[in-house]
């Protein structure tokens, strides 16, 4: 594969798009290539899909076997499953390679114990929704140097835009309501998240 000048990329099967399991032996050879710099997004997805729970299991276990593997991290989608999720990257040791929590709309606790594992956790525009305030408390918690903002476009535009399709420029609204949120000037806030993204991501090209 050949990469782009400030584009990354990774590789993984979804829980939600696992059908007959994961060919384990196909993605380790797409991961293998440099311009991919982690493994996911996996994890576990109760909320939309209850009849796939052990499959969504062994694939998440198998996805992260493969990102200590690689020495990658693992990207994980997490939703209504947070003892299993958990539990899961506690046994594959996630320590060994790094890891995020996408998307997060859990609990503190949750986010607590991932952060002890070593990962991060990454914030979308959810969290400027008003009905947010539990996000938001979680979002005041962690660390600046274990926090990252997404847009998961095209999804979950944050506001002023919410209800229009998502784009990577809507990133900056985010981070400046975390700053606020936060208490934070901008400036760092911004500096840090992305400072945090190349240490994750540790082959991302710039």
Not at 21 to 27: A, F, K, R, S
């Amino acid at each position: 594969m050949r990469g782009l000048d400030g584009v990354s990329i990774s590789a993984g099967v979804h829980p939600l798009d696992i059908e007959d399991g994961v060919d384990i032996e196909l993605l380790r050879r797409q991961a293998s290539d440099d311009w991919v710099v982690a493994i996911g997004e996996t994890g576990l997805d109760y909320y939309y899909s209850k009849d796939s729970i052990a499959l969504q299991q062994q694939s998440f276990e198998a996805q992260l076997q493969l990102a200590c593997e690689l020495n990658k991290p693992v990207i994980v989608h997490t939703r209504d499953a947070r003892e299993d999720t958990i539990a899961i990257l506690k046994n594959g040791q996630v320590e060994r390679c790094g890891g995020v929590l996408h998307c997060f709309t859990e609990n503190w606790p949750m986010a607590k114990q991932a952060l002890d594992m070593g990962m991060y956790v990454s914030i979308s525009g959810i969290a400027s929704f008003k009905n947010a305030t539990e996000l938001q408390q979680v979002a005041k918690k962690i660390p600046l140097d274990r926090l990252l903002i997404e847009t998961d476009s095209p999804y979950l535009a944050p506001v002023p835009h919410r209800g229009k399709e998502n784009q990577p420029a809507f990133v900056a609204d985010l981070a400046q309501f975390l700053a606020d949120l936060r208490g934070e000037r901008l400036e760092v806030l911004a500096q840090q998240t992305t400072d945090n993204y190349f240490n994750l991501f540790r082959g991302a090209n710039r």
